[in-house]
């Protein structure tokens, strides 16, 4: 299984590519943004995009809504300390594409949890 982690918090970047690697998963990249995580993307050819919502130069959404124009059904993992900003493009990400979304703060668990559940 291969994970693209795609966050711009440096400290969460390196925790969740740990417990990844951890756990057994050991095709982990990673990339602090949007438009880097998009590069990374077609270089990388993921499985499962892990990625936080509110970045700079290109938020997940946005990145997303990329990557899905030539990888319509990536699994994705959104995650963001403010959901309810966000609530109704999630909401439709969920119901058409096979999409999660976790709340920071969250447990390692939930994300070892979605990412089996593949």
Same mark, same amino acid.
């Given at each position: ?12 970047i390196w925790l969740l ?11 982990v990249k990673t990339a ?11 270089? *990388?050819?993921?499985? $499962? ?8 130069? @290109?938020?997940? /959404?946005?990145?997303?809504?990329? =990557?899905?124009?030539?990888?319509? *059904?990536?699994?994705? $993992? ?8 966000? @609530?109704?493009? /999630?909401?439709?990400?969920?119901? =058409? ?17 979605l990412i089996s559940e593949?």
């Open positions: 299984m291969k994970v693209l982690i795609v966050e711009d918090n440096k400290a969460l590519k740990e417990v990844l690697e951890n756990e057994g998963i050991h095709y602090e943004n949007g438009n880097e995580g998009y590069s990374v993307f077609l270089s *990388f050819k993921p499985d $499962i995009i892990l990625t936080d919502i509110e970045m700079p130069l @290109k938020n997940g /959404l946005e990145m997303i809504r990329n =990557i899905r124009k030539l990888q319509p *059904f990536i699994r994705t $993992i959104y995650m963001s300390a403010d959901p309810a900003k966000y @609530k109704s493009l /999630l909401n439709e990400e969920m119901a =058409i594409y096979k999409a999660d979304f976790v709340n920071k703060p969250f447990s390692v668990s939930k994300i070892m949890e593949g």
